[in-house]
C-alpha cells in the first residue's frame, strides 16, 4: 500500500511538501521539481500577460515557501499551490489594473504584436487560447485544472468547493462546446 502512495503524484507532492516544511532540502527540491510543471502550466491559463508567467510562477513558490510552515498536509500539495497561483496571478491582475498608464500608447501590445508569429506551434497555442477564451468562465477553470494540469476530479471538486459530479458535468460540456467550435 504504501508504495501505491508513492505512484499517486498528490500523495507524493504532499509527502514531499510535509518533509520539506520538517526542514528536509531535498525534499525541498523534489518537492519544486514534481510540482512546477502543472503550477505552471495553470499560472499560464489564468495570466493575461504571456511574458509574466515565469515571474508569477517564481512568486508562487516565494508564497509557498513562505507559508509551508502551516502546511499541514490535509489536502493536495498540489491543490494549495494552485491556489496559491490562482491569487498571485488575481494580485498580479489587480496591481496591473491600478497602475497608471503614462501614455495613450500602449507599448506593451505594439511589442508583443512585433513578435514573430511563424515558429513551429506558434498558431496552435494561439488557436488553443482562443478556444479556451470562448469557453464559459466555469467550465474554462474545470477543464484547465483537469485536462491540462491533470488534476483529479475530486480535488478539483473539493478544490473550487463544488460536488464532484458539477466538474464531470462542466468538463463534458467544456469538451462538447470545444467540438462544436473545431468542427464550425
Known amino acids: 500500500m504504501a508504495s501505491a502512495l508513492l505512484?499517486?503524484?498528490?500523495?507524493?507532492?504532499?509527502?514531499?511538501?510535509?518533509?520539506?516544511?520538517?526542514?528536509?532540502?531535498?525534499a525541498l527540491d523534489r518537492f519544486?521539481?514534481?510540482?512546477?510543471?502543472?503550477?505552471?502550466?495553470?499560472?499560464?491559463?489564468?495570466?493575461?500577460?504571456?511574458?509574466?508567467?515565469?515571474?508569477?510562477?517564481?512568486?508562487?513558490?516565494?508564497?509557498?515557501?513562505?507559508?509551508?510552515?502551516?502546511?499541514?498536509?490535509?489536502?493536495s500539495a498540489r491543490a494549495w499551490?494552485?491556489?496559491?497561483?490562482?491569487?498571485?496571478?488575481?494580485d498580479?491582475?489587480?496591481?496591473k489594473a491600478a497602475r497608471p498608464r503614462i501614455s495613450g500608447h500602449d507599448w506593451q501590445r505594439a511589442a508583443e504584436q512585433a513578435q514573430p508569429r511563424n515558429l513551429p506551434g506558434f498558431e496552435d497555442r494561439i488557436a488553443l487560447a482562443e478556444l479556451l477564451d470562448r469557453l464559459p468562465g466555469d467550465r474554462r477553470q474545470v477543464f484547465v485544472l483537469t485536462q491540462l494540469a491533470g488534476m483529479p476530479y475530486a480535488q478539483t471538486a473539493a478544490h473550487l468547493g463544488?460536488?464532484?459530479?458539477?466538474?464531470?458535468?462542466?468538463?463534458?460540456?467544456?469538451?462538447?462546446?470545444?467540438?462544436?467550435?473545431?468542427?464550425a
Open 7 to 26: 505512484h499517486d503524484p498528490d500523495e507524493l507532492s504532499t509527502q514531499l511538501a510535509v518533509a520539506a516544511r520538517e526542514g528536509d532540502l531535498d
Open 32 to 75: 519544486i521539481r514534481t510540482v512546477h510543471r502543472d503550477v505552471r502550466r495553470y499560472v499560464a491559463h489564468l495570466s493575461a500577460d504571456p511574458h509574466a508567467v515565469d515571474d508569477l510562477t517564481q512568486e508562487t513558490f516565494l508564497r509557498a515557501l513562505k507559508s509551508l510552515h502551516r502546511f499541514e498536509g490535509r489536502s
Open 81 to 90: 499551490l494552485l491556489s496559491i497561483a490562482r491569487r498571485t496571478v488575481a
Open 92 to 95: 498580479d491582475l489587480r496591481r
Open 162 to 183: 463544488c460536488p464532484i459530479g458539477t466538474v464531470r458535468s462542466r468538463v463534458a460540456r467544456a469538451r462538447t462546446t470545444l467540438a462544436d467550435l473545431l468542427a
